[in-house]
């Protein structure tokens, strides 16, 4: 298969390469791909109830319901 880039693609997935974040141009695009599947395979639903646990995790946190960690406070815990 034999797909055209715009320039301003090109560029870009040429300055992926370059900065060392892919391999290859094909990387890049597999990389690409892999995340259209994914993302084309979230539903209505799955949006909504992401949006009510975000609701609930802000309501818990303006009421202050927050541990250390949430807080981004440093934590002694081992993190092995």
């Known amino acids: 298969m034999t797909i055209s ?4 693609m090109q ?3 040429e300055e992926k390469v370059k900065s060392g974040q892919y391999a290859s ?3 890049v695009m597999r990389h690409a ?11 209505p639903d799955d949006v909504t109830e992401l949006r ?3 609701a609930s995790a802000i309501d818990q946190a303006d009421r ?17």
């Open 25 to 27: 141009a094909n990387d």
């Open 33 to 43: 791909l892999a995340l259209l599947k994914a993302q084309d395979t979230i539903t």
């Open 64 to 80: 202050g319901e927050l541990t250390p960690h949430e807080r981004g406070e440093p934590s002694l815990a081992p993190t092995h």
């Open 52 to 54: 009510r646990l975000l």
């Open 5 to 8: 880039l715009s320039p301003e």
């Open 11 to 13: 560029r870009f997935v």
